[in-house]
T-cell receptor, first 113, second 111 residues
């Protein structure tokens, strides 16, 4: 079956540091890939997505590239801010009826001033 | 657009009591989902619906029932609450574009 593996957290960085959160996946066919972000006490928000190989999703300074050859979708940001502190989830939808998401376990990011 | 809304935001139940969580979306989405999120764990799918009048089981359906009588609403019921059902419940919806949009969550405590 489909699966998503993320690096375990928490990840603690200083403000303006470079961020990478690794995500790899196993899926049949050609899945769509997503990063969701969950701020404290809130629901999940779609951060970015990519629907085919070599697509780059980007939003709010975050980027991730769909790498089919390495089955990866790593999240990066060049300079993190305290306001980026949240839990980040990598997820995929493969060819299933109902567009069901398969989530990774989540990575907590803590950014210190 | 309000997006996805959930009612109530918080609830405390005693073991054996019943309740219904309401999810509403105003985006005309076909698909709707109920998840639970427990500390240190990701989201687990409870039930989902691919259209009005249809429902299907997800990963952890036991102890829950759902109904989708109207396209915009998806109800999650607990017939006899148990402490193991203490969790944060999220509703989501999606169209054929695959990305899901989430509600703000309902924090349920069963004592």
């Amino acid at each position: 079956g489909d699966s998503v593996t993320q690096m375990e957290g928490p990840v603690t960085l200083s403000e303006e540091a470079f961020l990478t959160i690794n995500c790899t996946y196993t899926a049949t066919g050609y899945p769509s890939l997503f990063w969701y972000v969950q701020y404290p006490g809130e629901g999940l928000q779609l951060l970015l997505k990519a629907t085919k190989a070599d697509d780059k999703g980007s939003n709010k300074g975050f980027e991730a590239t769909y790498r089919k050859e390495t089955t990866s979708f790593h999240l990066e940001k060049g300079s993190v801010q305290v306001s980026d502190s949240a839990v980040y989830f990598c997820a995929l939808v493969s060819n299933n009826a109902g567009n069901m998401l398969t989530f990774g376990g989540g990575t907590r990011l803590m950014v210190k001033p | 657009n309000a997006g996805v809304t959930q009612t109530p935001k918080f609830r405390v139940l005693k073991t054996g009591q019943s309740m219904t969580l309401l999810c509403a979306q105003d985006m005309n989405h076909e698909y709707m989902y109920w998840y639970r999120q427990d500390p240190g764990m990701g989201l687990r799918l409870i039930h989902y619906s691919v259209g009005e009048g249809t429902t299907a089981k997800g990963e952890v359906p036991d102890g829950y029932n759902v109904s989708r009588l109207k396209k915009q609403n998806f109800l999650l019921g607990l017939e006899s609450a148990a402490p193991s059902q203490t969790s944060v419940y999220f509703c989501a919806s999606s169209s054929t574009r695959r990305e899901q949009y989430f509600g703000p969550g309902t924090r349920l405590t069963v004592t």
